[in-house]
């Protein structure tokens, strides 16, 4: 089964402070994505990867950064925590070419910044 | 730009009762379309997807269709349980671009489901 894990499932930081969040799976899948969920906006995309070393934008990355050195590893980095950063992160992993599309997500890091 | 709705957004039944989810989507031009269950404080699970060429999937007590033409998918839930209850969220695969190959998944905000016992 594959397993996607994130480093933690409650976070509480303060405004101004740089936040890393932290996701592992262990299928070798190429492709990770990062998402915000919020009430009443569902699931909205942050960055995405399609592979070691690559990154593109989703469609809300202000304030976000990302980083992929090992295809195991993609990692949300919020450079200064603002107040509307608080809400609940999934990552997910998916094999390129997997006719079933299947994105299998990690349990969620809720995030609260005060 | 792709907007992907549902409504309900909750939805509660009693036990045994059939349902029925509803999924639209401005844009027709989409890879597939994916159901998602998402069970509270968790991440999604993918429960079914319908490619752009497919009319629809069915997987024991699911059965989901796509109308592309009308922008539209449907999740019908076979004599509910309890244990049905969750979130339930559709997503569609687009293009960002075409060139490179490269996609993106656009989700609608969900359907809560409470199965009453």
């Known amino acids: 089964d594959v397993k996607v894990t994130q480093s933690s499932r409650y976070l509480v930081k303060r405004t101004g402070e740089k936040v890393f969040l932290e996701c592992v799976q262990d299928m070798d899948h190429e492709n990770m994505f990062w998402y915000r969920q919020d009430p009443g906006l569902g699931l909205r995309l942050i960055y995405f990867s399609y592979d070691v070393k690559m990154k593109e934008k989703g469609d809300i990355p202000e304030g976000y950064s990302v980083s992929r050195e090992k295809k195991e590893r993609f990692s949300l980095i919020l450079e200064s925590a603002s107040t509307n950063q608080t809400s609940m992160y999934l990552c997910a992993s998916r094999l390129t070419g997997d006719i079933t599309d299947t994105q299998y997500f990690g349990p969620g890091t809720r995030l609260t910044v005060l | 730009k792709q907007e992907v709705t549902q409504i309900p957004a909750a939805l509660s039944v009693p036990e045994g009762e059939n349902l029925v989810l509803n999924c639209s989507f401005t844009?027709?031009?989409?890879?597939?379309l994916q159901w998602f269950r998402q069970d509270p404080g968790k991440g999604l699970t993918s429960l079914l997807l319908?490619?752009?060429?497919?009319r629809e999937q069915t997987s024991g007590r699911l059965n989901a269709s796509l109308d592309k033409s009308s922008g539209r998918s449907t999740l019908y839930i076979a004599a509910s349980q309890p244990g049905d209850s969750a979130t339930y969220l559709c997503a569609v695969r687009v293009a960002i671009h075409t060139d490179s190959g490269t996609y993106k998944y656009i989700f609608g905000t969900g359907t809560r489901l409470k199965v009453l016992a």
């Open positions: 319908i490619q752009s060429s497919q």
């Open positions: 844009d027709s031009a989409i890879y597939n």
